[in-house]
T-cell receptor
Framework: GAGVSQTPSNKVTEKGKYVELRCDPI?????LYWYRQSLGQGPEFLIY????????DSGLPNDRFFAVRPEGSVSTLKIQRTERGDSAVYLC???????????FGPGTRLTVT | KQEVTQIPAALSVPEGENLVLNCSFT??????LQWFRQDPGKGLTSLLL?????REQTSGRLNASLDKSSGRSTLYIAASQPGDSATYLC???????????FGKGTTLSVSS
């Protein structure tokens, strides 16, 4: 079956601009997670959705970051007033529930110039 | 704050060797532990999931163990192959199961 998909695969933007990153989870997975990964590091948790609600947003670094999942399927990560330090690979994962394996998408590489 | 450490950071072995990757974590109050593989420029592939009540899981040539009380997990790879070359990441979930905390990974190179 289809895995987790993310679009775009690459995004280059100028400092100060707004970006949206999209995640399509595996069909039927109610849990959705966003992480970001910098070079040479493990992924860092950002936010977790159970259904439509953000059940844990403790990893969001500041209020420039926001994510939605309005219908309990597709999720969008939104970053306002981008900074060069936001450059990273943004990974999305989904699972049947918190007790189950997380399956990751290929990521979106964000470069802020 | 949970911290995950993976040792060694890099490992090179000849084909056919058995090897062990180590993972340690500072807080034993975890929900589960997951091992992943990451190829260069790619996303993560799940290898094994161990629930906090379990001691080990096996899949093919891979065996992962968990000793929650001592904060340790090992990933054993039998009869390594060049195709096993990748970065291996260990991740523990927080107690609520809502987030994975990752180590920095072990980069494995298997030469033919």
């Amino acid at each position: 079956g289809a895995g987790v998909s993310q679009t775009p695969s690459n995004k280059v933007t100028e400092k100060g601009k707004y970006v949206e990153l999209r995640c399509d989870p595996i069909s039927g997975h109610t849990a959705l997670y966003w992480y970001r990964q910098s070079l040479g590091q493990g992924p860092e948790f950002l936010i977790y959705f159970q259904g439509t609600g953000a059940a844990d947003d403790s990893g969001l670094p500041n209020d420039r970051f926001f994510a939605v999942r309005p219908e309990g399927s597709v999720s969008t990560l939104k970053i306002q007033r981008t900074e060069r330090g936001d450059s990273a690979v943004y990974l999305c994962a989904s699972s049947l529930g918190t007790e189950n394996e997380q399956y990751f998408g290929p990521g979106t590489r964000l470069t802020v110039t | 704050k949970q911290e995950v450490t993976q040792i060694p950071a890099a490992l090179s072995v000849p084909e056919g060797e058995n090897l062990v990757l180590n993972c340690s974590f500072t807080d034993s109050a975890i929900y589960n532990l997951q091992w992943f593989r990451q190829d260069p420029g790619k996303g993560l592939t799940s290898l094994l999931l161990i629930q906090s009540s379990q001691r080990e899981q096996t899949s093919g040539r891979l065996n992962a163990s968990l000793d929650k009380s001592s904060g340790r997990s090992t990933l054993y790879i039998a009869a390594s192959q060049p195709g096993d070359s990748a970065t291996y990441l260990c991740a523990v979930s927080n107690q609520a199961g809502t987030a994975l905390i990752f180590g920095k990974g072990t980069t494995l190179s298997v030469s033919s």
